[in-house]
């Protein structure tokens, strides 16, 4: 790795915590910012403000001089995809999501949802049919058009969810813009849970959308 490569990617991950730790918690400081993190408090302050300038995060005065702050959409847009590009390099990615999947799964059976079909071709799906030869739950297959194959770990791939047949819920498996997936699987079959795992930090948009006002800080404006 070269070292323009690494700086690139240190900035994104500290980016990436930086809008998580926004979207997170609504009590957020720099200060709480940069021992999360652990990074300088000048450097959770700078990245705040490169943030704001790009217009992922938005400021707005509360109160006692205090400011809320919190994702605008290209922010969460550019959360998503700082999401995919970690989950896809970072180490610990296979042994968490081996563990989260193995949970999910159990908390299926237990749920009474024994069929389920996954949204994207990606490792996640791989590691999801892995931990199904463990458990009672049933996959239908996978759903993704971006792909030409027939078959991906040992489950069919089809192009629409349609083909899956009927199924008890929907599971968010690709690491390309998780959150997108999500929000258009809701869209386009309400009728139907859609599930996921911890790890690709996707967020409900209604929940988010209520929660934005509240989110208060209690520093002055970066």
Known sequence: MTRSTAMDDNEGEI??????????????????????????????????????????????????????YYLTPQGFAEKSRLT???????????????????????????????????????????IVALSALDSKVELAGIVDSTVKIERFAGNPVFASVDKLGPVDALMVTTLRDPQICYETLRREHPAIPILHVPLLRISDKEERQAGSDAISDSERRP
């Not at 979207?23 to 943030?51: F, H, M, P, W």
């Not at 968490?96 to 949204?119: F, M, P, T, Y």
């Open 15 to 68: 980016t990436l915590g930086i809008l998580n730790a926004v979207e997170e918690n609504s009590k957020l400081t720099q200060r709480s910012v940069a021992g999360d993190l652990g990074i300088a408090l000048g450097l959770a302050n700078a990245y705040l403000k490169r943030c704001v300038r790009k217009g992922l995060i938005k400021v707005q005065q509360v109160p006692s001089n205090r400011y809320a």
């Open 84 to 126: 995919s590009e970690y989950l896809t390099t970072s180490f610990h990615f296979f042994r968490r999501a081996k563990v989260e999947c193995a949970v999910l799964l159990q908390e299926c059976e237990h749920a009474g949802v024994n069929r389920i079909g996954l949204a994207g071709v990606s490792d996640l799906a791989e």
